[in-house]
């Protein structure tokens, strides 16, 4: 101990000390701390991901690949996301019924448990786009007038102004967005589905999305105003115009004949 | 001096109503005027009202839109709204487009008025598209009327243009991508098409000048050469005197209906108000160009659906359906795809204009006509009118595709396809569609004179046979189907005059001879039952 006590005022001695302190404390918290909780975790993890994969073989393998590598018949999944799994699935989309110029939106018919563990396996896959949280997407808070404008800039060009939607070539279409779940909105902005462009973070930044959001659930939900009666659409001047041939037109002919039917006629005798 | 006498017989006016009529008549001449005009007879025919839902609409568009002037600012200073339209505030936009907004959110009934005004604007021309055609196909037009004629199509004409710069006006997504669309097609003109186009817009597109000058036509200009036009529209009426249809106790002389006072301006002072309270009615359940929902005109943004009012969409189907060829040589682009089409439309519109002109020069009529044709006994005007109403029609639907193909689930480019063809195939075929069902019917007029009217009930003759027994037409109903002549064919002439030497006519007269055939020739009109015909067949021997 002699020796230990002589160098007790070696220059060293406080960083000694402080390595035994700092293995001693990092042992302590290694054996003491509540680990378990985020070992359940991963292993919660890897379940949903099993139980993905066995989703996805039923429904999806048929034409995206056994390991989700793509085939003729669908593209590859790889580094897709779990945001475009949640759109896809979660908007009826996935799986497809039939091919053609564009999959339709149906009935889901999956859970929203199912579809966090379809897109738990695809985002395994491969990095991609994440399910937004509920702070990212909610419209609470943004700026609708803002919205307005970037949905006039990116967007109206096949949705038309309010979101009513518009055709594409051959047989495509931008569908309508009344009615869509703000979270599916913000996913299909951030992963482009089907025939969409899509707007990543680092071009349309994440409150924006939320502008939008907020832009299309003023004008264009159940709640929305119409301060000018039967909205007929919004589709522009089409419906107008058939509008006004069969209703307004088509009534005051409907008057003109019943009038000209009703006259003072000189009676014979 | 017997001459300056002031007609001792007449009492001196005692009732105010009839000293007020006496002082104006002394001034105005109203007494003379009233006489000859306030007994002036009006056909009675709900065809006949077609104009009248046009002068109404117009009446209502006039006192609207002086409405709409008080409080529109045609301007483009840029303003920041901060109106009661939460989705807009914030945002830069053009004054006009704020006034705009303004008249419709806080102008006490301004919404409601600019609803009215817009409906009845749609309201007026498709009126007046259905006016114009109840005279092509009853043969209205013909002599005295051509001018007439004329005076409704320029009618129809501005009004597709006071329409468009009405539309243009409130300056919002949707009407300035109209006038990008008419820039484009000035445009495309060639070698004036720059010139023409920063003339216009007093530079670069779209610049500080259109709204103003646009509001200047639209409340100015046109009004007031329509207004014009309108006038004299009706100074002609009263001067050929209406038109009526043949039955029995109407001629070529005399018109047979009610007279302007007092039935018939009862009759048209009601119907002016039930026209205004339809179309109230209308604009005050469905919403029409709501310009709040389309933000202001940004020359960088557009959207879908983006269409002209109904008037010009056969416009719109003409550049959407053209394929967007070029010709480009010596540095300079031709571009058809634009051009084409601006030269199509005014040659659709002057088509049924000069259509008078061409139907009298080709048959060589220059009678009067005051009794209107059945349109089945004129079977290539009527094929004509609706091989026009095709080619008007499919390039609507052609300007509306994209609405038509997310609502049927069809796509796009068939749809487009099916205009291209259309435009070239379906005419003809409605042309010889209707001319066949015209003939059929005249057929069915003649056997109708011949052996009456079917009745439906079977009779056992006593040898076993069935017939069904016909009623014979009351006289009325005969001189309708037979009033009507069927004029002969112009003739060349023989080919070789009396001294045998071969006759030459030119090659219009040749052509001239040819159309007239097609007109009235054989294959034209059934022949009408001759009176010997009738007598011979209702004369009692035997049965029919």
């Keep these: ?269 | 001096m017997s001459t300056t006498t002031e007609s001792p017989t007449r009492r001196p006016a005692t009732h105010p109503g009839e000293r007020i009529a006496e002082w104006t008549d002394g001034r105005l001449g109203l007494y003379k005027l009233a006489k000859s005009n306030m007994r002036k007879i009006f056909p009675d025919h709900w065809s006949f009202m077609l104009g009248e839902v046009c002068l109404y609409s117009f009446t209502i568009l006039i006192l609207t839109g002086v409405y709409l002037t008080l409080f529109f600012h045609p301007s483009m200073n840029e303003v920041v709204y901060h109106g009661p339209y939460v989705p807009l505030q914030g945002v830069r936009m053009s004054d006009a487009y704020a006034s705009t907004l303004h008249i419709s959110f806080e102008v006490r009934g301004g919404l409601l008025i600019r609803q009215i005004h817009h409906w009845s604007a749609l309201i007026f021309i498709a009126g007046m598209i259905v006016h114009m055609m109840r005279v092509f196909f009853t043969g209205g037009f013909r002599k005295p009327r051509e001018l007439n004629w004329l005076f409704g199509w320029s009618l129809l004409f501005i009004g597709m243009f006071e329409g468009f710069t009405g539309y243009s006006l409130p300056d919002d997504l949707l009407s300035g991508t109209g006038i990008r669309f008419m820039e484009g097609a000035i445009l495309s003109t060639p070698i004036v098409g720059t010139y023409l186009s920063f003339f216009l817009f007093g530079g670069q597109f779209p610049g500080h000048d259109f709204v103003p000058r646009f509001y200047s036509v639209h409340i100015l200009l046109l009004p007031g050469i329509m207004a014009g036009l309108v006038a004299a529209h009706l100074i002609l009426i009263f001067y050929h005197k209406h038109t009526q249809f043949p039955g029995a106790g109407k001629s070529e002389k005399n018109v047979v209906g009610t007279p302007l006072l007092p039935v018939y301006m009862a009759k048209a002072g009601g119907f002016f108000f039930i026209v205004f309270g339809v179309i109230s009615a209308i604009a005050a359940v469905a919403t029409i160009n709501p310009i709040w929902t389309m933000g202001p005109y940004r020359p960088d943004q557009v959207s879908t659906g983006a269409q002209p009012d109904w008037y010009m969409g056969f416009s719109e189907g003409l550049i959407r359906v053209m394929p967007g060829w070029e010709i480009r040589a010596w540095g300079h682009t031709l571009v058809l795809g634009v051009f084409v089409p601006l030269m199509i439309f005014p040659l659709v519109m002057a088509a049924i204009a000069a259509y008078p002109f061409i139907e009298s020069w080709l048959t060589h009529d220059k009678r009067e006509h005051h009794i209107l044709d059945r349109p089945r006994n004129r079977p290539v005007r009527t094929g004509f009118g609706v091989a026009w109403l095709t080619v008007y029609f499919t390039l609507l639907i052609g300007g509306g595709n994209d609405i038509i193909a997310t609502h049927f689930h069809l796509s796009i480019n068939a749809i487009t396809w099916f205009v291209r063809v259309g435009f070239f195939v379906l005419p003809v075929a409605a042309y010889y569609a209707t001319k066949r069902i015209c003939l059929g019917l005249q057929r069915r007029d003649r056997d109708k004179v011949l052996h009456g009217r079917e009745t439906g009930i079977i009779k056992r003759l006593p040898h076993g046979e069935f017939i069904e027994v016909h009623e014979p037409l009351s006289q009325q109903q005969l001189h309708v189907l037979t009033a009507h002549a069927q004029p002969r064919p112009i003739e060349l002439g023989p080919a070789v005059d009396e001294n045998g030497v071969a006759r030459r006519s030119s090659p219009v007269a040749k052509i001239q001879a040819k159309m007239s055939e097609g007109f009235y020739g054989e294959g034209s009109n059934i022949p009408k039952p001759t009176a010997e015909e009738y007598e011979e067949i209702t004369s009692g021997h035997g049965h029919h």
């Design chain 1, 1 to 269: 101990m002699k020796k230990l006590s002589a160098r007790r005022r070696h220059p060293l001695a406080a960083l000694v000390v402080l390595l035994f302190a700092l293995a001693a404390t990092g042992g302590l918290y290694a054996a003491l701390a509540p680990a378990p909780k985020a070992q359940a975790d991963d292993s919660a993890q890897s379940l949903a991901i099993d139980e993905g994969k066995r989703l996805y073989s039923v429904g999806c393998a048929t034409c995206h690949g056994m390991n989700g590598q793509g085939s003729s018949d669908g593209p590859s999944l790889v580094g897709v996301g779990s945001a475009a799994v949640d759109f896809q699935v979660g908007t009826g989309r996935m799986p497809a019924q039939q091919p053609g110029a564009q999959i339709p939106k149906k009935k889901n018919i999956y859970s929203q448990g199912e579809i966090d563990q379809i897109a738990a396996y695809i985002a395994s896959l491969g990095p991609g786009p994440s399910i937004p949280t509920k702070e990212e997407y909610s419209p609470a808070g943004a700026d609708i007038a803002k919205g307005g404008e970037l949905f006039r800039t990116n967007c109206s060009q096949c949705h038309n102004f309010v979101g009513k939607g518009g055709a594409l070539t051959d047989g495509k279409f931008a569908p309508s967005l009344k009615g869509v779940d703000p979270k599916h909105i913000y996913e299909a902005m951030q992963t482009g589905p089907q025939n969409m462009p899509s707007f990543p973070d680092t071009t349309m930044p994440q409150d924006t999305k939320a502008d939008i959001i907020a832009y299309l659930r003023e004008v264009d939900s159940s709640s929305s105003k119409n301060p000018g009666g039967f909205t007929l659409g919004t589709l522009g001047p089409v419906p107008e115009g058939l509008f006004a041939w069969v209703f307004g037109l088509g009534t005051l002919l409907g008057i003109a004949v019943w009038m000209a039917a009703r006259t003072t006629k000189a009676k014979k005798s």
